[in-house]
């Protein structure tokens, strides 16, 4: 579990993932521990262009962003079991995690990835007024991180004091982002799309950082967002009025064209359907068009020239299948017209306008909760994004702030109410901030801001910290739609999760347990708790967040069963309930899990072994079963 994963991440080099992607397709170009670069281009020379040329971002630490990018996180998930087992919250596939990003990313991945449909985040803008200073948790001495990036000493102390000085600096913001959106990318579907909010003092280096995770060729825009009017007497030069929102596809070829619905208003003159969809029939000649003149002969013989919408080779292929027709028009000339077929959407536009939008603060102060944010974006701005998304799926905010995203999502699912398979599920993830910290920290409105989050966390009896805003906003609005919306059956609840780091004492614990102990250590089953212990594996597992575990009573001892998985951690195995099991498995046709996860501290060697030795008879039994034990520390 957290001691494996810490041996583990000891052996993580810079690289190594994509070295064994590289082993995997290209294993002739490795020999002796070195790799000929020379063999490859051969691989690819008749495929793609290998050139020595181009450029690149360039920052203080990026190799040690990729690095923490590739490190596991130590984190547990603990579920929130009191608030998850209410009636609106028990079946829901919405997700609200509180913890730090970078190790919520690295556990979705275990289960996720691939799977969300859209992303959308607002990180800190790095203004130097938003909040945004760097930390990270991982302690690495000079040395140690000097050998792993292959790097001097002198540099290693470098990166290392741009993270623990809490430095605001471009290099310092970049290496923030860069393992997040790493993770984010490997998240996405192959039709996903990320939307990412930024203003001028960090939009061209993220630009350049996205080409170089996403690829250049899966950049869709950058949408300039207008955000006020009037003011900026203070202004050095000119008053900003607008911030951005940058655009990437997971892969253009699968999710590149983005489509928002037309307007009731629009579709109203798709009057007419046919077997190949909704049409209305448009004029051929225009007064301006791109296409050459040419000559259209009509069913009486009558030479018509003009300015077609269509190129000749266009029209020609219409007239065939029946999408042309002749009108004669009261004048006695021809009208020459085609099926104009509706499109799949409309296409989104590069400017948003400041009177599309609300104010940023009123979707807050709706719901009760003015002054408790600073800056947060709309609901309509973000449900404007949502738009592109069809067939339903995941929606991903991992700087989910006041939770904006997940009001949107609400939202969004209100209107498509007519059509279930549609609707968007969320994961909003949230670090923990601590309000009183911050009140005592900063100064003028930020801490105003946190003074009156804090009063109205009282007044709710939530803990003071920055994702209960969040938490509590999401429970306000879902009251608020659902009392307007009364006849839709939609999912309002979420499911909450804290991640948690292991106590020093608990790591302590696990370094100097003795898996060959003749006891287990029953304090390292309660210093989680058995809930916390299932939900972290069942998603390392690949079942996600929300499934639907089974738990199993077998003489009095609780086991867990999902899929291909049985888990036991729970202490005191008894011969009896081994002896129980094994009847389950040769009795049982639809018990067959092949994999037995155990909590390794749990069970004494003894345990262990008498386990293994009675399940090791279901090999040659009529399920010809191979049970896989995984002793997890």
């Not at 979707?363 to 404007?384: C, H, N, R």
């Amino acid at each position: 579990m957290i001691k494996d994963i810490i041996d583990a991440n000891n052996n993580v080099t810079v690289g190594a993932k994509e070295i064994e992607i590289l082993k995997e397709h290209f294993p002739a170009c490795f020999r002796n521990g070195s790799f000929d670069i020379e063999r490859l281009k051969e691989y690819l020379k008749d495929k793609i262009h290998v050139t020595e040329e181009g450029y690149e971002l360039r920052f203080l630490g990026k190799n040690y962003a990729r690095l923490l990018a590739s490190l596991d996180t130590t984190t547990v998930i603990v579920p929130d079991a009191e608030h998850n087992n209410l009636p609106e919250n028990k079946d829901s596939k919405n997700i609200y995690i509180s913890g730090d990003n970078l190790d919520a990313l690295k556990h979705l991945l275990k289960s996720y990835a691939g799977s969300i449909k859209c992303i959308y985040i607002d990180p800190p803008y790095n203004t130097g007024s938003d909040d945004f200073v760097y930390t990270d948790s991982f302690n690495f001495t000079v040395e140690e991180l000097a050998s792993k990036l292959s790097i001097s000493e002198e540099q290693a102390s470098r990166v290392l004091d741009l993270t623990r000085r809490g430095s605001a600096t471009h290099s310092a913001w970049l290496m923030f982002m860069l393992p997040r959106l790493l993770l984010a990318r490997d998240l996405l579907s192959k039709d996903g799309v990320i939307f990412i909010s930024i203003d001028d003092n960090e939009q061209s280096n993220l630009k350049l950082l996205c080409d170089d995770i996403f690829g250049e060729e899966n950049f869709l825009s950058i949408l300039a967002r207008r955000t006020k009017s009037g003011g900026g007497s203070a202004a050095d030069s000119f008053a900003v009025e607008h911030d951005y929102i940058c655009a990437y596809a997971r892969d253009i070829n699968y999710g590149g064209k983005l489509f928002i619905p037309f307007t009731e208003e629009y579709l109203k003159r798709y009057s007419e359907e046919d077997e190949h969809g909704k049409y209305f029939w448009d004029t051929m000649e225009r007064s301006s068009t791109k296409t050459r003149p040419y000559t259209i002969t009509a069913p009486d013989g009558t030479e018509l020239t003009g300015k077609w919408f269509r190129s000749k080779e266009r029209f020609l292929k219409d007239k065939e299948i029946g999408e042309i027709r002749f009108l004669k028009k009261n004048d006695g000339n021809w009208s020459v017209q085609f099926k104009q077929r509706l499109a799949p959407g409309k296409k989104m536009r590069t400017l948003l306008y400041e009177n599309d939008f609300k104010s940023y603060s009123d979707d807050l102060d709706e719901l009760g909760l003015a002054g408790t944010f600073s800056y947060p974006k709309t609901v309509y701005l973000i449900q404007y994004l949502l738009q592109v998304v069809d067939n339903g799926g995941i929606v991903l905010d991992f700087f989910s702030g006041s939770a904006t995203t997940a009001q949107a999502v609400m939202a969004e699912n209100i209107k498509r109410s007519a059509c279930q398979d549609d609707a968007l599920t969320y994961i909003m993830v949230q670090i923990p901030e601590n309000l009183d910290e911050k009140v005592v920290r900063e100064s003028g409105d930020t801490r105003e801001i946190a003074k009156k989050a804090i009063s109205k966390l009282d007044e709710c009896h939530r803990p003071h910290s920055l994702d209960y805003i969040g938490i509590e906003r999401i429970i306000r609005a879902a009251k608020k739609y659902q009392s307007e919306n009364s006849l839709f059956s939609l999912n309002y609840g979420f499911k909450h999760f804290t991640l948690q780091e292991p106590t020093n004492q608990s790591i302590e614990k696990m370094e100097q347990f003795d898996p060959h102990s003749i006891f287990g250590d029953k304090t390292l089953v309660d210093e989680f708790g058995v809930p916390t212990i299932l939900t972290t594996w069942l998603v390392r597992d690949g079942y996600g967040l929300t499934p639907d575990v089974k738990t199993l009573n077998i003489e009095g001892y609780e086991l867990y069963y999902m899929d291909k998985h049985l888990y036991i951690i729970n202490p005191n195995l008894s011969n009896e309930v081994v002896a129980s099991l094994l009847d389950r498995y040769q009795s049982d046709a639809g018990f067959n899990p092949q994999n037995i996860v155990i909590y390794g501290y749990a069970l004494s060697w003894g345990e262990l072994q008498g386990l293994k030795d009675s399940l090791r008879v279901i090999r040659d039994g009529e399920k010809n079963m191979r049970i896989n034990f995984d002793i997890r520390y």
